[in-house]
């Protein structure tokens, strides 16, 4: 008996290789156009367009890739098996990630806070617009959004099995649509 082994998507392994190089690019950009620190006079439009452009699609992208993904191991696996495995792939990174990230990155914060207060920086309005709003993810908003999307869509396709289609004849239409749309050449 052979086992199938997974098909391995490399044109979608290139397509996120080169989102998160562009990701250092876009983080390169920032320190030319933000106000911080606002004694930094090295401005740039191209870049601060750089940044934009890059940041309209980016994150998008990698969602659209984690969704293709998961839908294959949704059903290569079956629900409980992909909760457990989304659960250890997304859940434990965003906790532990969290639990070495936040502190450092609020100390910094609110050292330049004070710092900024003490060097004679506008206070009130400015300083508050740096409180953290809600719970401060830092970096790892990201993973918290996945897990939002994860079980959204969980929900939906509980609800639309459930009470809509429990034969799956709705769904293999759609799949047969869809895989006739992507075969096309106009499809990207």
């Known amino acids: ?7 391995r998507f490399h044109a979608l392994d290139a397509t996120r290789a080169f989102a ?3 990701g250092i690019v876009l983080h390169a950009t920032m320190s030319f156009f933000l106000p911080i ?23 998008c992208l990698f969602f659209l890739i984690a969704g293709f993904f998961a839908r294959m191991a ?13 659960a250890r792939r997304i859940g434990v990174p965003l906790i532990v ?14 050292f330049g806070i004070t ?3 003490a060097d004679g920086a506008p206070a009130g309005a400015d300083v508050a617009a740096l409180a953290p709003q809600g719970f401060p993810l830092t970096h790892l908003w990201f993973l918290y959004y996945l897990g939002i999307f994860y079980v ?11 009470w809509v289609d429990r034969s799956g004849a709705a769904r293999a239409q759609i799949d047969r649509w869809l895989a006739a749309g992507l075969s096309r050449h106009l499809a990207p």
Do not use: E
Not at 74 to 86: E, Q, S
């Open 1 to 7: 008996m052979t086992t199938a082994v997974p098909q």
């Open 20 to 22: 998160l190089l562009l």
């Open 37 to 59: 620190p606002a004694q930094d006079v090295s401005h740039s439009g191209v870049l601060a367009l750089t940044f934009y452009v890059i940041h309209s699609f980016r994150m």
């Open 74 to 86: 949704l059903h290569r696996r079956g629900t409980r098996a992909f909760v457990k495995d989304r």
């Open 97 to 110: 990630g969290w639990l070495l990230l936040a502190p450092p990155t609020l100390a910094i914060l609110i």
């Open 115 to 117: 710092r900024g207060a």
């Open 152 to 162: 959204l869509a969980l929900a939906l396709r509980g609800g639309f099995v459930a």
